[in-house]
């Protein structure tokens, strides 16, 4: 079964800090980007630790790639943001 890894980058959020996953809802009228990354596969042999580090890699992947694309998008004269992994 093939894993797809899907993320976001909003201008405006709400972030459930608390949160196991740190949840982040879109404010009204901010301006989000959705990357779905291409597909992949884990085989049977792969451990669970490296198959959680191999997710993990191909989510923040996506999250960078989501970010980059609203950076072209929708900050071409204003200040450049950083991305930052650990709110992926």
Known sequence: MPIVPVSSYCSKKWIFKNMWDKLEIPKPFSKCVH??????????????????????????????????????????NSKTLEFNEEKF
């Open 35 to 76: 990357y779905v990354g291409e597909e992949f596969y884990l085989s049977k042999e792969v451990k669970m630790e490296d198959a959680i580090k191999i997710v993990k890699e191909k989510i923040h992947s996506a999250g960078y790639k989501a970010f980059e694309i609203y950076e072209k998008k929708y900050n071409k």
